[in-house]
């Protein structure tokens, strides 16, 4: 997909406009072709080339072509006065960009500002005021910044509730607060994501930076992502659930390269994956629930080449591998549980063993995909 967001017209850079003399003579060099061509067409088509030719010029002759000139006076005039008008709205606009870019710098600074107070009220007004921000942008590449902002929030240092110090009633109060303020983040991102594209304050399309970020919880259900880049990489999640339930992948491309799903619950249920890329590659699944039940494979790419499954239950039964490619290149099973049971399709490549060899300890597979042959 490339459903590119519309561009609204007042996202160019600077306003480039050609020199109004020159602007001036070419219009009314167009015109006069213009008139010309017309003329010609109608002497032709009526004939008028058969017209005898006259000994001298009357009075009333004399006054149409008096009339003719000033009609093409006037008309030069109304040609010269749009194009003014035009240039006048041109800049006026231009202008009018540049105050609100403005004023949206204004504001993004003290939005970014307040990320960094102590108070987690503050940094929770700061979260609403810079997706505020995003929505009112002027141009396209100021909301990308207000979203690149969020997500490096995200990306900052944190610790995970199981590595606080027993009995540090005021670390936990910090963790908490700030755990907070990060789901609020995940949560505006997912509520923009579930816009339909052409919503002016939908954020489909942008990029979406996760790389390393620590997830305990957190709710993308439902979310859309259907173009733009989505990084997941080297991310981690490690407590509490973190649901993608009901989403659906219809292009871009989402990187869960190298991700740890080490604890908590992390739920693809009903998923769809229908185009662009999901990449899973050299991703390790150690403990915890990660499911894809009920999720629906039906075109793009999903890979898990290289994966670690050495833990934990990985869940796709009832899943739906009609169209794209699911691909287990290289993936390793050593522990947990990998359920393909009740799986309807197409095997992903390079899952299944080879003919009559044992399937890897934990790897369940449905019923029609079980190895046969000699």
């Avoid at 995003?134 to 610790?159: G, H, K, M, N, S």
């Avoid at 989403?247 to 739920?267: E, Q």
């Avoid at 009920?294 to 890979?303: E, I, P, Y």
């Avoid at 990998?338 to 095997?347: K, L, P, R």
Wanted: with cysteine; proline share 4%; glycine share 10%.
């Amino acid at each position: 997909m490339n459903p590119c967001l519309p561009r609204r017209q007042a996202e160019r850079r600077g306003l480039r406009l050609w020199p109004v003399g020159i602007v001036l003579v070419l219009a009314f060099t167009v015109a006069v072709l213009v008139a010309a061509a017309v003329f010609y067409a109608g002497w032709d088509l009526l004939g008028a080339h058969k017209l005898k030719p006259e000994p001298s010029v009357d009075s009333k002759t004399l006054f149409d072509l008096v009339k003719l000139a000033f009609g093409v006076v006037a008309g030069a005039g109304a040609l010269v006065a749009l194009v003014v008008a035009y240039r006048r709205q041109r800049v006026d606009e231009d202008g009018a960009l540049r105050d609100a870019t403005r004023l949206h710098t204004e504001r993004f600074t003290t939005a970014v500002s307040q990320l960094g107070d102590e108070s987690a009220a503050v940094r929770l007004g700061g979260v609403h005021a810079l997706a505020g921000l995003a929505d009112d942008a002027p141009t396209r590449e100021l909301r990308q910044t207000c979203i690149d902002v969020l997500c490096a929030y995200l990306r900052l240092p944190y610790t995970a509730e199981a590595d606080l110090l027993a009995n540090d009633a005021e670390a936990r109060h910090t963790y908490l607060a700030l755990r907070e303020v990060r789901h609020t983040v995940i949560r505006l991102i997912r509520d923009h994501l579930r816009l339909p594209l052409e919503h002016h304050h939908s954020w489909q399309g942008h990029d979406f930076d996760f790389t390393g970020v620590m997830f305990d919880g957190g709710d993308l259900s439902k979310a859309v992502f259907s173009a733009g880049a989505v990084s997941f990489n080297g991310a981690v999640f490690s407590a509490g659930v973190v649901s993608f339930s009901r989403a659906v992948f219809s292009g871009g491309a989402v990187d869960f390269l190298a991700a740890t799903f080490s604890n908590g619950r992390v739920g693809f249920r009903a998923a769809t994956f229908s185009g662009g890329a999901a990449d899973f590659s050299e991703a390790v699944f150690s403990g915890g629930t990660v499911t894809f039940s009920r999720a629906t494979f039906s075109g793009g790419t999903v890979g898990f080449a290289g994966a670690t499954f050495s833990g934990g239950t990985v869940d796709f039964s009832e899943a739906v591998f009609s169209g794209g490619a699911a691909i287990f290149t290289e993936a390793t099973f050593s522990g947990g549980t990998v359920d393909f049971s009740e799986a309807t399709g197409t095997a992903p490549r390079a899952l299944i063993p080879a003919a009559r060899a044992p399937l890897p300890d934990g790897l369940i597979l449905a019923a029609a995909w079980q190895p046969t042959g000699p």
